[in-house]
């Protein structure tokens, strides 16, 4: 069975909007997009690639697929979108997530009116393949791991990414997200591909490639899907100057230079991690493989108003089921994260890190995305 039969059979046959840039990428006099002829102070004037080749083929060496396995985007939020899209029939299907998890892939189903089948992780933050398994009926298109896991930071295993896609063959897309997983002790999954074609990887320039700001993220899939969401995708999603951009961090040291990064990371996420366990009102700090630390407080909120009083941001994450005393720190630089350790270790209204603190705990986000 083709992944593609799990599609939502109107978008399997529609007739996809055909771009002036699909028809014919280039020529000596370009009359076909209506386009101004003048290059102008940006040298813009022209639309961009739909799938720009080069950056396409540089990720798919770097990720491990096939030219025809990748899919970019503006961030892998766009993917996201797409695969949902294109799979849940509105009030018919539904995609299965693992709370507490980044907030996106509800946030997509919900604007495309598929259905939200959530199992939880346990109380240790793991994940109950047995449980998955078992909710995800035939409504269940989609199914979102996350690894490492935004907010908890863990990382699901490989055999039970493995046993879920052999499992799910033919019924359900498993889709890994891995935006940290540069970070993590446990290599990408994508290579599992090969063997499971209802498997997908999310990843994403956003974290350890340092570029957030150009919004390029990255679908890993069968090349019958990816094909399929080239179709149903807008016509230039990729700005010329971010794809520059990107192509520009893939020079010759650029991968040492994220790996470098990285490293630093890795290292502060451990130092920051010994010196929050050991602080007054600190419940717990749990391990992490990503770039950030979830801290669980005696009060949290009272902690995020103190640091913000400082200067300094944090995420308040206490609306996550499980997490309703925990706060998600993103590691910083060094002087950053010493700077977030001085101002938590400093005397506060006369108590520990637990004291003080108004009685409001007022939220400052009401956002419904649950992003870094
Ligand atoms: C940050 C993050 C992303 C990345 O999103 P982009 O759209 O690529 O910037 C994806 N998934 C998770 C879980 C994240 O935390």
Redesign the pocket.
């Known amino acids: 069975m083709s992944m593609l039969d799990l599609a939502r059979p109107e978008i399997r046959a529609l007739t996809p909007y055909s771009s002036a840039r699909m028809e014919a990428g280039a020529a000596a006099v370009m009359l076909n997009a209506n386009e101004s002829p003048w290059p102008a102070r940006s040298g813009l004037n022209r639309y961009p690639e739909p799938q720009p080749l080069e950056l396409c083929k540089r990720l798919a060496d770097l990720y491990g697929v096939g030219d025809d396995q990748i899919l970019l985007g503006?961030?892998?939020?766009?993917a996201m979108d797409l695969l949902v899209r294109a799979f849940c029939r509105p009030g018919l299907d539904a995609i299965a997530i693992c709370p507490p998890t980044?907030g996106?892939y509800a946030v997509c189903a919900s604007v495309q009116g598929a259905g939200i089948v959530r199992i939880p992780l346990d109380d240790r933050f793991a994940l109950d393949a047995d449980a998955v398994l078992e909710a995800c009926t035939q409504a269940v298109k989609l199914l979102f791991l996350?690894s490492p896991n935004?907010p908890t930071g863990g990382v699901i295993a490989r055999e039970t990414i493995e046993y879920l896609a052999k499992a799910l063959a033919d019924r359900t897309l498993v889709i890994v997200?891995e935006?940290?997983i540069e970070f993590a002790d446990t290599p990408s999954v994508a290579d599992l591909l090969a063997r499971h074609s209802n498997l997908a990887v999310?990843r994403?320039?956003?974290?350890a490639w340092a570029l957030?700001g150009a919004?390029i993220?990255a679908l890993l899939a069968d090349a019958g899907v990816i094909e399929l969401l080239r179709r149903i995708m807008p016509p230039y999603p990729l700005p010329t100057p971010c794809v520059r951009v990107a192509l520009d961090a893939f020079d010759d040291d650029g991968e040492q230079r994220m790996l470098e990064r990285v490293a630093v990371i890795r290292n502060e996420r451990e130092r920051l991690r010994e010196a929050l366990r050991g602080m007054q009102g600190v419940r717990e700090v749990l391990p992490s493989q990503a770039n950030f630390l979830v801290v669980r407080l005696d009060d949290a909120q009272a902690v995020y108003r103190r640091l913000v009083g400082q200067g300094i941001v944090v995420r308040d994450i206490t609306r996550y089921p499980g997490l309703d005393d925990a706060l998600r720190i993103s590691i910083g630089t060094p002087a950053e994260n010493t700077r977030l350790l001085t101002a938590l270790a400093s005397p506060f209204v006369g108590a520990g890190l637990a004291g003080g603190g108004s009685e409001n705990p007022a939220r400052r986000h009401v956002s419904t995305r649950e992003?870094?």
């Not at 994403?204 to 974290?207: G, I, M, P, Q, R």
């Open positions: 503006r961030g892998s939020d766009e980044f996106m996350c935004n997200d935006a940290y999310l994403t320039l956003s974290k957030a919004r993220g992003d870094a």
